[in-house]
């Protein structure tokens, strides 16, 4: 007798080939699952004690546990990448640093030594902590499917919270992010309920990066997660900081537009006031933390 | 019901066993070859009780099954001591009473064993961050900082 119930019931397989995963996805469509490092599926499985036929092991796919860096075109992070690999990775910290800081906050040290990249993407959470990040960086998701390859940009892949762009038969193989404008630098701002190992109430990424093109001198990009049904960018608020001299007064303005844009519900973690607000704190204090260092740098 | 047949490196020894595709490592340790010092507290990733090392890395055992491990090495609190002689970083624990209840322990000194082994002198806040996911109810944690603190001054983790 087992202490406790342990995992609803499946037959776990490793998959050799995508032309394997394509093949079972065909065949037997939803009573396979996915899997990458587990730590959202198994919880969910047996919180709603789901079995599966087939639990697909995707981690072994050639490419899939792979980054790639290069100098023009960007970095290349396979699915199966965990957030411990993507936090210490030479070329993540020195060209994509918030990426790495994003990984830091996810979770503790042994969850990020399964928990992936591919993972949380796909698990289309609203407070995935990767999404800020990678929406800010501007990341494109790889996916395979019967047909070939396909490219698709983060914002279009999540459409709702659990949901993804994913169509039948396809999986995620890879992420891509371009190289960020040159100069930047960013911050990820991660508020829970305490101060590390929790998941975020709010989280706020920002970016900025030298642009004499616009009056402000400097772009702002902005990513924020659990206060809407997918994580997303507030171009409107990017595009106030642009066109005006930077100073904390327009700072301070764009960081309430962020809060009005936001539009986050009750949950166990916290009301939507709250939430609302610390989309409106977390959203200067990262303003002006990026701001400070473009200028001091 | 599907088995599989897989072999583990437990503590330096390896075990064959048999094992359904959704026995997790915990379970596979705790109710399949013996190994009760490693803990089930929750069976969710939150509390840390379950962890064991994985090629050296901290892992919790209730999120990972025993047959993606087919081949790999495992280390278990079991395998800590050698020769009935414990680890500075055990020693620590026991001379500062970091140990009340000691569900806890067993993870927290798996934890604390790979922090010591990547980082032979961490910081209080290196060792805060490395101990994030390991819940203790009783000792309030400075106690269980104190011995991590002390077992990297006395020669990291062996
Ligand atoms: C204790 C605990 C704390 C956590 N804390 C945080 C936190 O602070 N922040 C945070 O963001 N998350 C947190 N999480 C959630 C989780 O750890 C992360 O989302 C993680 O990155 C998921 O990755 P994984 O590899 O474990 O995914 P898996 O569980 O393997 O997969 C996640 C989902 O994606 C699907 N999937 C997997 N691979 C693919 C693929 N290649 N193509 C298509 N679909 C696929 C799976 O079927 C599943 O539905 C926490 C989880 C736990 C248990
Ligand atoms: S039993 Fe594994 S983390 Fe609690
Ligand atoms: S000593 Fe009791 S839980 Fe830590």
Redesign the pocket.
């Known amino acids: 007798m087992l202490a406790r119930p342990g995992l609803p019931d499946f037959e776990y397989m490793k998959a050799e080939s995508a032309q394997d995963v394509f093949h079972l996805l065909k065949e037997k469509g939803n009573e396979v699952k996915l899997l990458l490092g587990g730590t959202d599926l198994f919880v969910q499985m047996r919180d709603r004690n789901e079995s599966a036929g087939i639990l697909l092991d995707l981690k072994y796919l050639p490419g899939m546990k792979d980054i790639s860096y290069d100098k023009k075109t960007g970095i290349n992070i396979g699915a199966a990448v965990t957030l411990n690999q993507i936090s210490a990775h030479p070329d993540v910290k020195k060209h994509f640093q918030i990426l790495s800081q994003a990984a830091n906050t996810v979770g503790n040290y042994q969850l990020r030594n399964r928990a992936t990249l591919g993972g949380n993407i796909c698990n289309a959470s609203p407070s995935a902590d990767m999404a800020p990040a990678a929406l800010v960086l501007e990341g494109e998701v790889s996916l395979s499917g019967p047909d070939g390859e396909r490219m698709l940009a983060l914002d279009q892949f999540w459409v709702g919270p659990g949901k993804t762009a994913l169509k039948e038969c396809e999986f995620l193989t890879a992420v891509h992010f371009p190289n960020p404008p040159s100069g930047a630098v960013g911050r990820y701002l991660k508020l829970g309920r305490s101060k590390m190992g929790d998941l975020a109430i709010v989280g706020v990424a920002v970016l900025g990066y030298p642009d004499p093109e616009v009056p402000a001198g400097i772009r702002f990009r902005i990513g924020i997660n659990s206060t809407a049904p997918t994580a997303y960018r507030v171009p409107q608020v990017e595009e106030l900081l642009a066109q005006a001299p930077l100073n904390d007064e327009l700072l301070r303005q764009a960081s309430e537009e962020a809060m009005k844009i936001s539009a986050p519900i009750e949950d166990v973690r916290a009301t939507a006031l709250y939430q609302k607000k610390m989309v409106n704190n977390l959203t200067f204090k990262g303003l002006k933390e990026v701001w400070s260092q473009l200028i001091n740098s | 019901m599907v088995t599989h047949t897989i072999s583990l490196i437990i503590n330096g020894t390896e075990e064959q066993l048999q094992v359904p595709s959704n026995m997790t490592l915990l379970h596979a340790l705790r109710d399949k070859l013996g190994f009760t010092g490693t803990k089930n507290g929750c069976e969710a990733g939150e509390c840390g009780a379950c962890t064991v090392l994985v090629d050296g890395e901290p892992m919790n055992s209730c999120l990972v099954l025993a047959v993606e491990l087919n081949g790999r090495e495992i280390t278990t609190v079991e395998g800590l001591a050698e020769d009935g002689k414990l680890t500075p970083l055990q020693q620590a624990f026991a001379d500062l009473n970091a ?7 067993p993870g ?1 000194l798996m934890s604390a064993t790979a922090l010591l082994k990547r980082n032979p002198h961490p910081s209080e806040v290196d060792i805060q961050e490395a101990l994030i996911g390991n ?5 309030g944690y400075q106690r ?1 900082i104190d011995a991590v603190l002390k077992a990297s001054r006395n020669g990291g983790e062996r």
Do not use: H, N, S
């Open positions: 140990v009340q209840c000691g569900y806890c322990t927290m819940l203790c109810r009783c000792t269980i």
